[in-house]
């Protein structure tokens, strides 16, 4: 069966600290891979979306950037912490192949990285 | 531009109480997924139910029943007899692109208390 893990769980940082949050996916080949961030009392925001190794999408400008160097590995790393930065990170996947969840956008999510900068 | 709704920030209700959470959307796709995940207190996101924009046909597992009207864009979401484990915030959510990037929409969210 599937599994999706991220790490750390739980993250204090000071501004201006670098961060680097990991996901892996088991199970699994070849998924799309994704990184989501819910603020304080706000939906889910897609940052970063990953439909093969190397390949990374942006959705929205900011200090943070993304990685795929292996196809079940998705790491969200920053130089330079933000305040605004804080807040609880979720690494999810779907399967974009022939398998049972196909092409339903269906997403599986790790059990979140709460993050917080101070 | 692909886009959810959901007007209800927080929702509290007795148990035993019904409960009913909107989402409206908005695409210009005619083939979409709609979906509703919970997130519990523990952070993680539980999924509860997909549905494809060919079957509107409504469902119900349990004491949770959705109801799919393209008429109005609607994918509202009932819990009937609600239970404090209820209590959490659910998300509304909207595929887009299926089987391309399967990138998901989400709304706000809206969160549910339910009291004993």
């Known amino acids: 069966s599937q599994t999706i893990h991220q790490w750390p769980a739980t993250l204090v940082q000071p501004v201006g600290s670098p961060l680097s949050l990991e996901c892996t996916v088991e199970?699994?080949?070849?998924?799309?891979l994704y990184w989501y961030r819910q603020a304080a009392g706000r939906g889910l925001q897609l940052l970063f979306y990953s439909v093969g190794i190397g390949q990374i999408s942006s959705e929205v400008p900011q200090n943070l950037s993304a990685s795929r160097p292996q196809d079940r590995q998705f790491i969200l790393s920053s130089k330079k912490l933000l305040l605004s930065d804080s807040g609880f990170y979720l690494c999810?996947?779907?399967?974009?192949?022939?398998?049972?969840?196909?092409?339903?956008?269906?997403?599986?999510f790790g059990e979140g990285s709460r993050l917080t900068v101070l | 531009a692909q886009k959810v709704t959901q007007a209800q920030t927080e929702i509290s209700v007795v148990e035993k109480e019904d409960v009913t959470l909107d989402c409206v959307y908005e695409?210009?796709?005619?083939?979409?997924?709609l979906f509703w995940y919970k997130q519990p207190p523990s952070g993680e996101l539980v999924f509860l139910i997909r549905?494809?924009?060919?079957?509107?046909q409504n469902e119900i597992s349990g004491r949770y029943s959705w109801n799919f009207q393209k008429s109005t864009s609607s994918f509202n979401f009932t819990i009937t007899a609600s239970q404090v484990v209820d209590s959490a915030v659910y998300f509304c959510?909207?595929?887009?692109?299926?089987?391309?990037?399967?990138?998901?929409?989400f709304g706000q969210g809206t969160t549910l208390q339910v009291k004993p």
């Open positions: 549905r494809n924009s060919f079957d509107e």
């Open positions: 999810a996947w779907s399967d974009p192949s022939g398998g049972e969840y196909a092409n339903t956008g269906e997403l599986f």
């Open positions: 199970g699994t080949s070849n998924p799309n």
């Open positions: 695409t210009r796709d005619t083939t979409y997924y």
């Open positions: 959510a909207l595929s887009e692109a299926p089987g391309n990037t399967g990138k998901l929409i």
